[in-house]
């Protein structure tokens, strides 16, 4: 495929219709990205201020959420490619329908893991940390946390499948009244105010349960009682289509197993940092925040790539589709040199602002110092994977260049350089980034023409 028109930034800059549309779908992303980190960071600051082991207990028990959580995007994600493309086409009976499917996936995905950490708590625990107090802290945050994943599940699944048809707003407005639940339970719960008992790490499990409580019930409202552009019903709910399925099998799966596969690997290489002690982990922790903290803008465009160029493909427009393609590569090299002056700008004060031991405030802003170049490639291939294969109909390359990049290089490097040539911390913890820069050489090969691009809707 060639095309006539122009790839260069200074055309994207000149295309107002375009920036409009990425503006209004990039902004509340990024919003909504922004309070969920503020959530995060907060509960690392206000279980910091407990103790060292109650963060990194926190930290280690929420890795199971953590692979829940990028399953659930995983599964939305894999309907986002059929409903951009559908909404492209302007049919709307299939979204719900997609919507519907999914939904009922992520139920019973989350009441298995819901089961799995209630029951075997400190089994989960062990798979990450050999340390007896950290187990004990973190089984019985997984107690009462637990309880919220088939909640998280619903409602995230469909945030991410309205995100596809542009509904956005309504993620702001669940994330920011999550964040205000969040931080005030957390502040009566974990130190026992407002007559409440001092719960420590278990009050931070409970006002997490209750905040995700709370954002169910409001999603819930909104997709029967507000939404027009849709017009769900409960009814809804029960569709169910051989073909639409199966379709979704075929490009969703891929983004889903993705997700999965990925997670884990970033898993494991939490178990690693974990085995090599406390103070790792929290280190990790804290870099991980500012690190994110720099990325929201990344893959807020991600995601609005995905659904810019999966509205022209499914419009048959591949000529236009290519065009946003090229703009959108070009603008994730930009990207990843601003953050890299973001992580560089912030860690400092970012790492002062936690209540831990100068052993791991030194860690955590050497590990930052790995991410301000770590963060370049991520850029490219956020957007790369998240929003151009994804929303250009490619999943499957894109399950190929996570998985391949991680599992091939970046695990058996963390494993190597930790447990076989017992490196210095900071160079394992830089092995275990090494999937990034191979995953921008991969991305490149792959997007040398245009033939990648395809319609999957019917």
């Keep these: 495929m060639t095309t006539s028109k122009s790839h260069s930034l200074r055309s994207m800059l000149a295309d107002r219709a375009f920036l409009k549309v990425l503006v209004s779908l990039t902004l509340p992303m990024v919003a909504q990205n922004l309070i969920s980190l503020a959530t995060q960071m907060m509960d690392s600051v206000m279980l910091g201020a407990v103790g060292q082991t109650q963060l990194s207990a926190s930290s280690l028990a929420n890795q199971p959420f953590f692979i829940f959580n990028l399953l659930i995007f995983g599964l939305a994600s894999g309907a986002c490619i059929l409903n951009a493309q559908y909404w492209g086409k302007g049919e709307i009976q299939p979204i719900k329908i997609i919507i519907a499917m999914v939904v009922k996936v992520a139920m019973v995905v989350g009441l298995l893991l819901m089961l799995a950490v209630l029951i075997f708590p400190e089994t989960v625990m062990k798979i990450y940390t050999p340390d007896p107090e950290v187990?004990?802290?973190?089984?019985s945050y997984l107690r009462i946390?637990?309880?919220?994943?088939?909640?998280?599940?619903?409602?995230?699944?469909?945030?991410?499948?309205?995100?596809?048809?542009?509904?956005?707003?309504?993620?702001?407005?669940?994330?920011?009244?999550?964040?205000?639940?969040?931080?005030?339970?957390?502040?009566v719960f974990i130190f026992g105010n407002l007559g409440a008992p001092q719960m420590g790490i278990e009050g931070a499990a409970l006002a997490?349960?209750?905040?995700?409580?709370?954002?169910?019930?409001?999603?819930?409202?909104?997709?029967?009682?507000?939404?027009?552009?849709?017009?769900?019903?409960?009814?809804?709910?029960?569709?169910?289509?051989?073909?639409?399925?199966?379709?979704?099998?075929?490009?969703?799966?891929?983004?889903?197993?993705?997700?999965?596969?990925?997670?884990?690997?970033?898993?494991?290489?939490?178990?690693?940092?974990?085995?090599?002690?406390?103070?790792?982990?929290?280190?990790?922790?804290?870099?991980?925040?500012?690190?994110?903290?720099?990325?929201?803008?990344?893959?807020?465009?991600?995601?609005?790539a995905a659904v810019i160029v999966g509205n022209a493909v499914g419009a048959g427009d591949m000529e236009t589709a290519a065009q946003r393609i090229g703009w959108f590569r070009r603008l994730s090299v930009v990207m990843g040199i601003l953050a890299a002056g973001v992580i560089l700008l912030i860690r400092d004060p970012a790492v002062s602002f936690y209540n831990v031991p100068e052993e791991t405030k030194l860690l955590a802003r050497d590990m930052l110092a790995?991410?301000?170049?770590?963060?370049?490639?991520?850029?490219?291939?956020?957007?790369?994977?998240?929003?151009?294969?994804?929303?250009?109909?490619?999943?499957?390359?894109?399950?190929?260049?996570?998985?391949?990049?991680?599992?091939?290089?970046?695990?058996?490097?963390?494993?190597?350089?930790a447990f076989v040539f017992h490196a210095p911390v900071l160079l394992v913890y830089a092995m275990t980034k090494l999937d990034e820069p191979v995953k921008v050489a991969l991305l490149t090969w792959r997007m040398r023409n245009d033939h990648w691009i395809k319609n999957v809707t019917r």
């Design 370 to 417: 790995v991410l301000a170049i770590i963060v370049c490639f991520v850029s490219i291939t956020g957007v790369g994977i998240v929003g151009l294969l994804r929303g250009g109909g490619d999943p499957r390359f894109a399950l190929f260049c996570d998985l391949s990049s991680l599992w091939i290089v970046a695990v058996p490097a963390g494993l190597l350089a």
């Design 145 to 187: 946390v637990g309880w919220s994943y088939v909640l998280f599940g619903l409602s995230s699944t469909l945030l991410c499948t309205l995100r596809s048809v542009a509904i956005v707003r309504i993620a702001v407005v669940n994330s920011i009244t999550g964040l205000v639940v969040n931080i005030f339970l957390n502040w």
């Design 208 to 304: 997490t349960l209750i905040a995700r409580t709370t954002e169910f019930l409001l999603v819930g409202c909104y997709v029967f009682f507000i939404d027009k552009r849709l017009g769900m019903r409960p009814r809804d709910f029960l569709g169910f289509d051989t073909a639409l399925f199966r379709d979704y099998l075929k490009n969703g799966l891929p983004v889903a197993c993705n997700e999965v596969l990925w997670s884990v690997g970033i898993s494991v290489q939490t178990m690693i940092l974990g085995r090599l002690g406390t103070h790792v982990v929290s280190a990790s922790q804290i870099a991980s925040v500012v690190n994110q903290f720099s990325t929201v803008v990344i893959f807020g465009v991600a995601n609005a």
């Design 135 to 139: 187990i004990a802290s973190g089984a």
